[in-house]
T-cell receptor, first 118, second 111 residues
Framework: DARVTQTPRHKVTEMGQEVTMRCQPI?????VFWYRQTMMQGLELLAY????????DSGMPKDRFSAEMPDATLATLKIQPSEPRDSAVYFC????????????????FGAGSRLTVL | EDQVTQSPEALRLQEGESSSLNCSYT??????LFWYRQDPGKGPEFLFT???AGEEKEKERLKATLTKKESFLHITAPKPEDSATYLC????????????FGEGTQLTVNP
């Protein structure tokens, strides 16, 4: 069963520390997304890539967040320095174009990385 | 800007009691409307894609329908294992590959 793999599953850190989350997308998928989920905001898009090129990172605080795809099997999301308001579950998802001709994009999500910043 | 509103926020049903969840949307050119299921501690799991008004899709006890302004997820004779948060999302002609999600409906089915 093809799946998106995220590490770490849980991370507790102190304010000011660097945090790196990693994602292995499904082989053959060419779009990769980072979403953040909180009780207050629901699922928010942070950034996404197509063919490893960043297409949109307007959802990220640029001064502290960065997202990269060093190769087709790895996407990273880094927070430096981390703050308590960054506490959330971070999801990676990779995209598969649907069978229709409309361009609709079915996403497969990973299990998420739960981040707690003290 | 694409907008998605789901109602109710939470729904509690007895086993076997059918009901519907609502997803209202505003987009500029719909490419697809998606329903996902999310269990606690897990990522959203894909259920359906709907492309155009009038379309319907079914999977076990779930049926999704679509109009030009909203989608419904009908749950027929639900079981406790249907308890989850159900998320609706849209992709539009102006959003590229991005999905915009609603805040979800938390469904609890009591035995």
């Amino acid at each position: 069963d093809a799946r998106v793999t995220q590490t770490p599953r849980h991370k507790v850190t102190e304010m000011g520390q660097e945090v790196t989350m990693r994602c292995q997308p499904i082989l053959g998928h060419n779009t990769v997304f980072w979403y953040r989920q909180t009780m207050m905001q629901g699922l928010e898009l942070l950034a996404y890539f197509r063919n490893r090129a960043p297409l949109d990172d307007s959802g990220m605080p640029k001064d502290r967040f960065s997202a990269e795809m060093p190769d087709a099997t790895l996407a990273t999301l880094k927070i430096q320095p981390s703050e308590p308001r960054d506490s959330a579950v971070y999801f990676c998802a990779s995209g598969l174009r649907s069978g229709g001709a409309t361009g609709a994009n079915v996403l497969t999500f990973g299990a998420g990385s739960r981040l707690t910043v003290l | 800007e694409d907008q998605v509103t789901q109602s109710p926020e939470a729904l509690r049903l007895q086993e076997g009691e059918s009901s519907s969840l609502n997803c209202s949307y505003t987009v500029s050119g719909l490419r697809g409307l998606f329903w996902y299921r999310q269990d606690p501690g897990k990522g959203p799991e894909f259920l359906f894609t709907l492309y155009s008004a009038g379309e319907e899709k079914e999977k076990e006890r779930l049926k999704a329908t679509l109009t030009k302004k909203e989608s419904f997820l009908h749950i027929t004779a639900p079981k406790p294992e249907d308890s989850a948060t159900y998320l609706c999302a849209v992709q539009s002609e102006t959003s590229g590959s991005r999905l915009t999600f609603g805040e979800g409906t938390q469904l609890t089915v009591n035995p």
